[in-house]
Nanobody, 126 residues
Framework: QVQLVQSGGGLVQAGGSLRLSCAASGRTVSRQTMGWFRQAPGKEHEFVAAINWSGSSTYYADSGKGRFTISRDNAENTVYMQMNSLKPEDTAVYYC???????????????????WGQGTQVTVSS
């Protein structure tokens, strides 16, 4: 089992920045692909970004390219997502997610991740 505890988020004006953190615990946390998803009211979970187990590969949805940066610190068992130039349409509950993987395959669907954090609200005002 893997437990994910999120922190960060909050209210920010458009153009501002936030950093989300996701601390993982459990077995072999370093051998996992970690992803971030978001869910706006009335919408499905949307893929935002992911990073492979070593941190050597990152990939993003078009909505966050150039503005969001995902990173990880395996020594601290923590994944981060730095979000810059935030827009009102970025408003959502953000979730980190994890799955065991020791390769470089890309995972962008919610059902590919069995472990989830509790979610954190990000609100961007115009």
């Amino acid at each position: 089992q893997v437990q994910l505890v999120q922190s960060g988020g909050g209210l920010v004006q458009a153009g501002g920045s936030l950093r989300l953190s996701c601390a993982a615990s459990g077995r072999t946390v370093s051998r996992q692909t970690m992803g971030w998803f978001r869910q706006a009211p009335g919408k499905e979970h949307e893929f935002v970004a992911a990073i492979n187990w070593s941190g050597s590969s990152t990939y993003y949805a078009d909505s966050g390219k150039g503005r969001f940066t995902i990173s990880r610190d395996n020594a601290e068992n923590t994944v981060y997502m730095q979000m810059n130039s935030l827009k009102p349409e970025d408003t959502a509950v953000y979730y980190c997610a994890a799955r065991y993987d020791f390769g470089d395959r890309r995972y962008v669907l919610p059902n590919e991740y069995p472990f989830w954090g509790q979610g954190t609200q990000v609100t961007v005002s115009s």
